[in-house]
């Protein structure tokens, strides 16, 4: 029996996650779950799994489930206290690290201080604070598997192989729901549009990123700190099949790809079991049905935000979390109407070069540095920037 905590539960990976568990509750118990706002669904998962602790967003949210679940026995906190106290619980082996944005580095670090294994699913943990979590991932002996499908794809073909035998990875990517439009279809596209994946059923900020590649800039500077190697023998490719999930070319000419159905289950079991692997009732992958497999390369004019991320990797220090937050906050605005899609893009390129880059010695340091970039972002958007 592995107890678990699963910080972001009525997110999208935590919802998978609980339906896993459900599926195998000899092997898994719920010790502690984390939520935003979404306290309906939270209570549902209250009732069913039995956690031992809570934790919601904000002091009204925990007063209403309070309510509601009067009589209870469960605790329920609030705030980054309350993340915190879930992220360490003493009973606690693995923590399901599936909060999005850089809201979730706190916890996820304090989980890593306490010795307990990671399941990540949140990269932005890596993109502000690389170099710091891995560090504290080795100091203190923990594992850190990771959830997304092309991470997990990786962390498998790299299984049994020599580190120093890897020539470089191939990120897959959907290409989104704009892969064949032209700039000017892209400047009229609507949150709505944006929020329609062709592949994959995600959260609105996930989705979002996706449409604009962002998400994919994520993946490359995860990547990056998850193998250890570095931005320029790390590439993309567009595979709007989503079949292959990521690839590793090794040196002798060899590449080893992870293949399954666009499902974010087989992932997350992985992360759970490794290295054993569960007996999940997935439909299989038939190939003899899956029809051509496609692969291009992406195009960085059209999509410019995967080159920024580049960009913030090869300079590194403070610049990767000012992107992060900039890009947080151009989303938000994005599907609140303030700027168009567009404008994702122009937002997070004008912010990182209003930036001056700053060593991240600490983590109070690279939430300065996540703070600047919000508040530049805000300006830049009351000044007009759309």
């Not at 850089?102 to 399941?119: Q, R, Y």
């Not at 990056?224 to 002798?252: K, N």
């Not at 060899?254 to 087989?266: E, F, H, N, Y």
Request: with cysteine; aromatic share 4%; hydrophobic share 45%.
């Amino acid at each position: 029996m592995k107890n678990l905590t699963i910080l972001g539960s009525t997110g999208s990976i935590g919802v998978n996650t609980l339906e896993i568990v459900a599926e195998f509750p000899e092997q898994y118990r719920v010790i502690a779950l984390s939520a935003g706002k979404n306290i309906d669904l939270l209570q549902k998962q209250i009732e069913q799994f039995r956690p031992e602790v809570v934790t919601v967003a904000s002091a009204r949210s925990a007063e209403e489930l309070s309510v509601r679940l009067a009589g209870s026995s469960v605790r329920i906190l609030h705030g980054i206290e309350g993340l915190i106290e879930c992220a360490t619980h003493p009973d606690v082996e693995m923590v399901v690290a599936a909060i999005v944005g850089a809201a979730g580095l706190v916890p996820t670090m304090a989980a890593v201080k306490a010795g307990k294994d990671i399941a990540l699913a949140n990269k932005e943990t890596l993109v502000a604070a690389g170099s710091l979590v891995m560090d504290e991932v080795r100091r203190q002996r923990v594992r850190m598997i990771p959830v997304d499908s092309e991470h997990s794809a990786i962390f498998q073909s790299l299984s049994g192989q020599r580190s120093q035998d890897v020539r470089r990875l191939i990120l897959t990517a959907s290409g989104g729901p704009f892969r064949k439009h032209g700039l000017q279809q892209l400047e009229s596209v609507t949150p709505a549009d944006a929020l329609a994946h062709p592949n994959w059923d995600m959260g609105r900020k996930i989705s979002i990123d996706s449409a604009t590649m962002m998400n994919k800039g994520l993946e490359v500077i995860e990547a990056h700190w998850l193998f250890d190697v570095p931005a320029d023998r790390i590439d993309v490719h567009i595979h709007p099949e989503s079949i292959v999930h990521s690839l590793v070319e090794y040196r002798d000419g060899a590449v080893i790809a992870q293949l399954g159905i666009p499902d974010m289950k087989t992932p997350i079991a992985y992360a759970l079991a490794w290295p054993q692997r569960l007996p999940l009732k997935q439909e299989p992958l038939d190939l003899t049905t899956a029809g051509r497999l496609q692969f291009e390369p992406p195009d960085h004019e059209r999509f410019p935000c995967l080159r920024l991320a580049y960009e913030a990797l090869k300079v590194g220090d403070s610049l990767p979390a000012v992107m992060n937050a900039a890009n947080e906050v151009a989303v938000d605005s994005f599907l609140a109407g303030k700027i168009g899609f567009l404008g994702i893009p122009r937002l997070i390129e004008r912010v990182m070069g209003n930036h001056q880059r700053e060593e991240l010695t600490t983590l109070d340091k690279v939430l300065q540095a996540d703070r600047w970039g919000r508040r530049e972002a805000r300006s830049l958007i009351d000044g007009g920037l759309k």
